[in-house]
Nanobody
Framework: QVQLVESGGGLVQPGGSLRLSCAASGSIFAPYSLAWYRQAPGKQRDLVAR???????NYADSVKGRFTISRDNPENTVYLQMNSLKPDDSAVYYC?????????????WGQGTQVTVSS
């Protein structure tokens, strides 16, 4: 079992920055990945960035060059540094832990943290 707790959301003006944190605890061992998703009101939950246990990363095209995902293995914490924020970035951001590979994987989710970027 894995538990995830997000923090760091808030209200920010366009062009501002925020850093989200997700503390993971429980049975964590490779292969796994950690990710940030976001969901705006009335819309689907979409992947923002993912980091794999081997260290590679994936980003949504909309955030490339602005967001950076990283992790602190000893503390089992994943971060999302968000710069040059835009109103379209406003959403609830969820931490995701994916255990295993492909169709055999299992997902665990945090409760989410609100990010609001004013117009």
């Amino acid at each position: 079992q894995v538990q995830l707790v997000e923090s760091g959301g808030g209200l920010v003006q366009p062009g501002g920055s925020l850093r989200l944190s997700c503390a993971a605890s429980g049975s964590i061992f490779a292969p796994y990945s950690l990710a940030w998703y976001r969901q705006a009101p009335g819309k689907q939950r979409d992947l923002v960035a993912r980091i794999f246990s081997g260290g590679s990363t994936n980003y949504a095209d909309s955030v490339k060059g602005r967001f950076t995902i990283s992790r602190d293995n000893p503390e089992n914490t994943v971060y999302l540094q968000m710069n040059s924020l835009k109103p379209d970035d406003s959403a609830v951001y969820y931490c995701n832990f994916r255990k295993g590979l492909g169709s055999t994987s299992r997902d665990y989710w945090g409760q989410g943290t609100q990010v609001t970027v004013s117009s």
